[in-house]
């Protein structure tokens, strides 16, 4: 098996991987920014919150925005994170063609991202965290993967 690739900052290696790196996605309709722009906003979809979120100046600024716990969450939020964040992946892995080839690219490798600062998303810095995009983007390698290897030549 190959090296674990471990991620986070979007100016270092595997950057591209990072929910704030600049690959603009197009769904429901609308292009958001980052897919870190869209995942925050669905947590208040339906509302103008979310529009504010997607026309947020950064992705740093719409993570500042979804985190604010000052306005209600969708009230199935955690039960329907995972498949917002996968639909995000997606849709960035698949709308950019570069993006698509350095996800392949990483074989069977497993994708970490690493950081302290969450034991959900990423590995908690010491691999006891969750690691939960890496896995959704090991998820989404296999999606792909499956898919070219079903088109016709």
């Known amino acids: 098996m190959s090296k674990p690739i471990r991620f986070y900052h979007q100016n270092k290696s ?11 996605i197009y769904l429901k309709d609308k292009i958001w920014p980052t897919s870190e722009h869209y995942f925050q906003a669905q947590k208040f979809a339906g509302t103008m919150y979310q529009e504010q979120i997607r026309q947020a100046k950064s992705p740093g600024e719409a993570a ?3 985190r604010d716990r ?4 969708c009230s199935d939020w955690e039960l329907i994170k ?3 964040m996968g639909e995000a992946l997606y849709a960035k892995f ?5 993006l698509t080839k350095k996800l392949l690219e990483t074989g069977n490798a497993e994708l970490i991202e690493h950081t302290r600062n969450d034991v959900y998303w990423g590995d908690g810095g010491d691999g006891k965290g969750k690691n939960k995009l890496g896995k ?9 993967r499956d898919e070219f290897s079903s088109q016709p030549n």
């Open 14 to 24: 595997y950057g591209f991987f990072s929910n704030f790196a600049p690959y603009p």
């Open 64 to 66: 500042q925005l979804g």
């Open 136 to 144: 959704l983007l090991m998820e989404t390698r296999e999606r792909i």
């Open 70 to 73: 000052h306005k209600p969450l």
């Open 82 to 84: 995972d498949d917002i």
């Open 94 to 98: 698949t709308q950019h063609p570069e």
